[in-house]
């Protein structure tokens, strides 16, 4: 990945470049960014631009032996750690990173800008939550205190350093803080405020901000897959929720709850709580009178539009707080069905 390639951020890539160019290069970084922004992008572009033998023009090459590697992502100094759990695509009885490095290599060749959602889905955990466990941090303790293969500098990007316990990032700190010579730490969050303490302080922290509607369309036109197919149902569900909420249809609104509930998994139902959200955002731009902001594609004007007249002041604020607890509350398991009656309940209680 060159920083050439990356869609959106182009003053964070020249900030690294900068950074690179001038030798200050932080031994601890803290990428936060709204989920599939380009943070992993970035953090890719930076390290190959690092390694690159043959830099121009503050870019990396893409040809040198380093930029090849980085390509396929098998750099032997660069090493990767995700949440992981448990699942069919692994006989590893405590999985690592390590144990699924060949799906995070083929989902992140073919689209750096995933979601978490994604990932679960490459990994083939969808089911269950990722973590980051202490077996992780002795694995990357163990890699970095060998000496780099190349002449370059050794990188750990850390997906999602959120997902990690208070034992990983314990044994991960003194490494965090006096990081053997010419090695980095990337971390990349969707979730700062859940970043450890520990960890957090010791980060120079970055944002990657929010892509332009021209930049997600471009984003979204080279992703792999079955987007579409997940906004469909997410709309119609949404759509039935709304109409039924709006028309004072309890019973048709908590069936739609009961709907959500039975997504097939936690990672699944968060999806769709973020597309309910940015929805609800929808109608409050609409509210405000900022529809030209409001990012609506054509078949949306009409539903939207309709239900932004029939939702009081206070709903869309109210709504979306209520969501954002009730994502907290599926990654502690909370039983989805109460949270998503209640959720609902409270949508209609509010419009
Ligand atoms: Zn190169």
Not at 80 to 96: A, E, L, Q, R, Y
Not at 191 to 210: D, G, H, N, W, Y
Request: net charge negative.
């Amino acid at each position: 990945m060159r920083f050439a390639d990356i869609i959106g951020n182009a003053d964070v890539a020249k900030a690294l470049a900068n950074m690179a160019d001038s030798g200050r290069v932080a031994h601890a970084m803290l990428m936060y960014e709204n989920e599939g922004c380009g943070a992993l992008a970035l953090a890719l572009a930076y390290v190959q631009y690092l390694n690159c033998s043959n830099p121009v023009d503050g870019d990396s090459c893409g040809e040198c032996p380093s930029c090849r590697q980085m390509a396929k992502l098998i750099h032997p100094d660069v090493h990767f750690v995700f949440p992981v759990n448990k699942g069919p695509k692994s006989s590893d009885d405590k999985p690592t990173s390590e144990s699924y490095l060949s799906y995070w290599r083929e989902l992140a060749m073919a689209d750096p800008y995933f979601t978490e959602s994604d990932l679960q889905k490459a990994i083939g955990i969808e089911s269950r939550n990722g973590l980051i466990a202490v077996a992780e941090a002795k694995n990357i303790i163990n890699r970095l205190s060998l000496t780099a293969v190349g002449d370059g500098y050794k990188a750990v990007i850390f997906y999602l350093p959120e997902k990690m316990n208070q034992e990983t990032a314990n044994r991960l700190l003194k490494m965090v803080e006096e990081p053997p010579v010419n090695t980095l730490f990337i971390f990349i969050t969707h979730a700062p405020e859940k970043v450890l303490q520990t960890i957090f302080s010791r980060c120079q922290s970055i944002r990657v901000m929010p892509l332009s509607k021209e930049e997600a369309a471009k984003v979204k036109a080279m992703k792999p897959g079955d987007d579409r197919e997940e906004y469909n149902l997410f709309m119609d569900i949404f759509s039935d929720l709304m109409n039924s909420i709006v028309s004072r249809d309890l019973m048709g609104a908590l069936e739609c709850g009961e709907t959500i509930a039975s997504l097939e998994s936690r990672e699944k139902q968060k999806a769709f709580c973020n597309f309910a959200g940015d929805c609800i955002r929808k109608i409050f731009m609409v509210q405000q009178n900022m529809k030209h902001i409001a990012a609506l594609e054509p078949q949306e004007e009409e539903f939207f539009l309709g239900v932004a007249e029939k939702c009081g002041n206070n709903f869309c604020m109210r709504t979306i707080a209520n969501i954002e607890k009730v994502v907290s509350l599926i990654d502690r398991n909370v039983n989805s069905k109460i949270l998503f009656c209640d959720l609902v309940n409270r949508m209609f209680l509010s419009v």
